[in-house]
């Protein structure tokens, strides 16, 4: 029983660190690397779904 009580313990306190972590990125303008992006033209398709109307794309 002390196990899945020490199992049980061990997975919450993952969960809540793992929770913890920022996922936010600041940049500054001297870490961009310009000389690296390539010229022309990028196109890119950016689509919604809802899950309430699953055949409806926004």
């Known amino acids: 029983m002390k196990k899945y009580h020490f199992l049980a313990g061990t997975c919450l306190l993952c969960s809540l660190a793992a929770a913890a ?21 990028r196109q890119y398709i950016v689509t919604i779904q809802k899950p309430d109307a699953p055949n409806v794309l926004n």
């Open 21 to 41: 972590t920022p996922d936010t990125l600041h940049v500054k303008p001297m870490d961009l690397r310009m000389h690296q992006l390539k010229t022309g033209l």
